[in-house]
T-cell receptor, first 114, second 114 residues
Framework: AQKITQTQPGMFVQEKEAVTLDCTYD???????LFWYKQPSSGEMIFLIY??????QNATEGRYSLNFQKARKSANLVISASQLGDSAMYFC???????????FGTGTSLTVIP | DTGVSQDPRHKITKRGQNVTFRCDPI?????LYWYRQTLGQGPEFLTY????????KSRLLSDRFSAERPKGSFSTLEIQRTEQGDSAMYLC????????????FGPGTRLTVL
């Protein structure tokens, strides 16, 4: 089974609107971390936001927030007030327990329309 | 610039040749990771170092691949007898023990095997 599933290959959003990128995960470890990364066309992976499995609050970082629904095993990324510079690939990732492997999804390509 | 650097950025080689890539992590980071990313996919974990010790290696990693981090600073990834299927982006990332696990990625080395 896939550890991380991103079911949206591509998404479009109007500039200044909010967009939600979906991510579901699969693990039996009670301790895990969830991450979102942005990969612009230049190729470099940029860390956006982190959510720990024991965190009570949803993580937020500026215009990014993570909608963490533990029972559903989902960790959707919400980008508010989209900007043209948000156009990129977005990857959801997970690290289980104290392990050092990060498991990445297949990514979602986001295009912001002016 | 104090980010993660990788060299070369691009490498074209003929099938059967050996190639070596270098990664220089952020100076105070003791953890170093190698990933491979093919078109349309997320990064796939290859191996992990803590200081100079290689602590984890993906079971998917062929024995043609070897990585070193001799002094706990820079790392090299060597691919022997390259195959066309090795064509990919090879990403390096680093982090510090004790933090939530945020990884800082380098720009990657794009390998093309003809």
């Amino acid at each position: 089974a896939q550890k991380i599933t991103q079911t949206q290959p591509g998404m479009f959003v109007q500039e200044k609107e909010a967009v939600t990128l979906d991510c579901t995960y699969d693990t039996s470890d009670p301790s895990y971390g969830l991450f979102w990364y942005k990969q612009p066309s230049s190729g470099e992976m940029i860390f956006l936001i982190y959510q720990g499995s024991y965190d009570q609050q949803n993580a937020t970082e500026g215009r990014y927030s993570l909608n963490f629904q533990k029972a559903r095993k989902s960790a959707n990324l919400v980008i508010s007030a989209s900007q043209l510079g948000d156009s990129a690939m977005y990857f959801c990732a997970m690290r289980e327990g104290t392990g050092n492997q990060f498991y990445f999804g297949t990514g979602t390509s986001l295009t912001v329309i002016p | 610039d104090t980010g993660v650097s990788q060299d070369p950025r691009h490498k074209i080689t003929k099938r059967g040749q050996n190639v070596t890539f270098r990664c220089d992590p952020i100076s105070e980071h003791n953890r170093l990771y190698w990933y491979r990313q093919t078109l349309g996919q997320g990064p796939e974990f290859l191996t992990y170092f803590q200081n100079e010790a290689q602590l984890e290696k993906s079971r998917l990693l062929s024995d043609r691949f070897s990585a070193e981090r001799p002094k706990g600073s820079f790392s090299t990834l060597e691919i022997q007898r390259t195959e066309q299927g090795d064509s990919a982006m090879y990403l390096c990332a680093s982090s510090i023990s004790g933090q939530v696990g945020e990884q800082f990625f380098g720009p990657g080395t794009r390998l093309t095997v003809l």
